[in-house]
């Protein structure tokens, strides 16, 4: 039987029970009592395995049989679940998911899991286990999460080299701590340090070989970076490999997640229909509730997606042309259509919407291993994992959502000695919330930890020259809190492998901006931190407002308008420089879409009056100011493609009724 036509089904099958299986072994973390749950992930695993062996992928059947037995063990109750059984089991399923993940890039699936193996089976045996470090499963080399690769990608598009530099002490070392301190003080004066391995609060406490990893970028040369080292005392070898960050990403690529059934099913109608019709079963403690949902290749919704947008352009044309030939008959065909199109608009847009939790189920596990790496206690809550957004958005979202998840765990819950000081309770808490608010998904990262330092925030700012000490006086609290997301700015007070580490939380502004959303921060000293992330549902088909500038129309997106108004120009003031109109208690200036895009100007008989529209980014308000509004419409944003795409303010165009091309405006970069 030809098997390579079920393939898709397989990995998408395999990813499904290993992130089921994830899921259960945190709950059986908190209730390690719970035969249901065990008996939950022991499905998950012989389902996997009879998969993977049909397959023909012999090295993933067989490491899931390995951890079946340990599972059967403990259903049996033969075998206690521990803290170091689950890190073993936890360690098993990240190896799985790189045999799946190198099976869905094209490879065999082949993977060395011989360590594992052993503890799996001396776990089986009765005997006792030794876990060195739990957080890497691989002592060759460094593993690197999607946050991580993206600083390395980045850092080589701005003339950086990724280094990995391996150092060896001298075996009668007598302070390895003071020497690991002496060699972080070398290489972050030649670049910024991404990772250590061990961590570096292993290091610190010296419980670690004679070797450690630095995973760096710098601009100097592997000889150069060599030098430098080998004159701390005590170094008695310098290994440094450059990183190839291409070929990191490839091997983590996923594929997305789509509906979940079982293989056996898949396989029987697959060869019938291209879709697989399931009934999900529910959990015995739920109420049982019958689902049926199809199968089908995003491509194809990519395809029909693009069909509906051509439709929506050729809606506008006839509405245009209808307005203009005033034929009775034909405009209520057209009225009649346009109601048809919106409706077949919502069910296709409907179609394309993911749960976030398929985002969101990432996080519970690697904030586990974050915890113990640092020593903290925390309580990760989610909420609101149903919530739903367009793919496009999904398939973005996730490394920002990473940061500023690590960034909680760092620099937000506090030690559990400091937090007993401070009258806390020692298990901190951060909640991960998402709720859909009009055509906006929120979500929030909260924290009950320290909070941000106003003080220490604008010390920090003054020095990095991002503004005068005048100017710090008149800010308001979210404003200072604000300047966190500027690039470069960190306020770390020591080296850390989670975050802090030089490279600021920039990152993840531009690329929430990039999707047409906002980030938004709130703190309270001593008391937690909330970033809130405003993003559109989707963002093929948006809403717009069409405005005239000279013979040229552009679109600027209702989301971030505020509103519109026609002033007299002796309203029009300028200070320091800048021409402002007062709004609603409120300066803001102005920003004349003419000169930005020098447009010549078209004589107009009243040139004493303004149109004006007030756009936002986050609390920051500017005017556009425009020749005449024309209307609000509905259109599809198309990309300028790959030469125009970086285009100063335009984030793309779209084809109105008339067969006219608008510009469409990007708010973000014209507001400072």
Do not use: W
């Not at 996923?254 to 959990?283: L, P």
């Not at 300066?587 to 009056?609: A, G, M, Q, W, Y």
Request: aromatic content about 4%; hydrophobic content about 40%.
């Amino acid at each position: 039987m030809e098997l390579n036509q079920y393939l898709d089904i397989f990995i998408e099958e395999s990813k499904e029970h290993l992130q089921s299986i994830n899921d259960q072994l945190l709950l059986l973390e908190k209730s390690p009592e719970s035969l249901e749950i065990v008996n939950e992930i022991f499905r998950s695993a012989h389902t996997l395995k009879g998969m993977s062996a049909t397959m023909g992928f012999e090295d993933l059947a067989s490491l899931t049989h390995h951890m079946e037995n340990v599972l059967d063990g403990i259903r049996n109750e033969k075998i206690a679940p521990s803290s170091t059984l689950l890190d073993v089991v936890f360690s098993s399923v990240e190896y799985l998911e790189e045999m799946v993940t190198s099976i869905a890039g094209g490879g065999d699936g082949k993977k060395d899991v011989t360590e594992v193996v052993a503890l799996l089976n001396q776990i089986v045996s009765g005997e006792a286990v030794e876990v060195s470090n739990t957080s890497e499963n691989n002592s060759t080399s460094t593993n690197y999460d999607s946050y991580e690769l993206t600083i390395l990608e980045q850092s080589e598009e701005q003339g950086y080299f990724p280094y990995e530099v391996t150092v060896t002490l001298r075996d009668d070392c007598m302070l390895k701590a003071a020497r690991v301190f002496m060699v972080f003080e070398v290489v972050e004066k030649l670049g910024e340090v991404i990772k250590s391995d061990p961590p570096v609060e292993v290091l610190e406490e010296e419980n670690f070989d004679n070797f450690f990893t630095i995973t760096i970028v710098s601009k100097d040369s592997e000889e150069s970076i060599q030098q430098r080292i080998f004159k701390v005392s005590e170094v008695e070898k310098v290994d440094i490999q450059v990183i190839n960050v291409k070929q990191l990403q490839e091997n983590e690529k996923e594929g997305s997640n789509v509906a979940v059934e079982e293989i056996t099913q898949a396989i029987t109608e697959v060869a019938v229909t291209d879709v697989v019709v399931n009934e999900e079963k529910k959990s015995t403690t739920k109420k049982v509730a019958s689902n049926k949902t199809i199968r089908v290749n995003i491509d194809r919704l990519d395809v029909l997606m693009n069909l509906f947008e051509e439709l929506v352009i050729d809606r506008g044309r006839l509405e245009q042309i209808s307005k203009d030939l005033k034929v009775t008959e034909l405009q209520e065909t057209v009225e009649r259509m346009s109601r048809i199109s919106n409706d077949l608009q919502n069910i296709i847009l409907n179609m394309r919407m993911v749960p976030i939790e398929t985002v969101f189920n990432r996080f519970p596990r690697m904030i586990r291993q974050l915890a113990r790496d640092l020593g903290k206690k925390i309580d990760f809550q989610i909420i609101g994992a149903e919530t739903e957004l367009d793919r496009t958005v999904i398939d973005e979202i996730g490394d920002p959502l990473v940061h500023l998840i690590r960034n909680a765990v760092d620099h937000g819950v506090e030690m559990p000695d400091i937090r007993r000081q401070n009258g806390k309770e020692e298990e901190g808490q951060i909640i991960l919330r998402a709720f859909h608010s009009g055509n906006h998904v929120f979500i929030e990262i909260k924290d009950n930890g320290s909070g941000i330092s106003k003080t220490k925030v604008l010390e920090k700012a003054i020095e990095r020259g991002i503004l005068s000490k005048e100017k710090s006086e008149t800010l308001t609290d979210k404003e200072v809190y604000q300047l966190i997301l500027s690039s470069g700015f960190s306020t770390a007070d020591k080296i850390s492998d989670i975050s802090g580490r030089g490279v600021g939380l920039d990152v993840v502004k531009s690329t929430i901006e990039s999707l047409g959303g906002t980030i938004s921060i709130d703190s309270e000293e001593g008391n937690g931190t909330t970033f809130s992330i405003q993003l559109p549902l989707t963002l093929s088909i948006i809403s717009i407002l069409l405005t005239e500038v000279g013979a040229e129309k552009y679109a600027i997106p209702l989301s971030s308008i505020i509103e519109t108004a026609i002033i007299n120009n002796s309203e029009i003031q300028h200070v320091h420089g800048q021409q402002v109109v007062q709004f609603r208690g409120k300066v803001v200036p102005l920003v004349f879409l003419d000169r930005v895009f020098d447009v010549s100007k078209v004589d107009d008989c009243n040139s004493e009056l303004s149109s004006i529209v007030i756009v936002k980014k986050g609390e920051k308000l500017a005017g556009l100011v425009v020749d005449s509004f024309i209307g609000q419409q509905e259109v599809v944003l198309k990309s300028l493609g790959q030469y125009l795409n970086h285009t100063f303010a335009i984030s793309g165009a779209t084809i109105l009724g008339d067969g006219q091309v608008a510009l469409i405006v990007d708010c973000n970069t014209l507001i400072n």
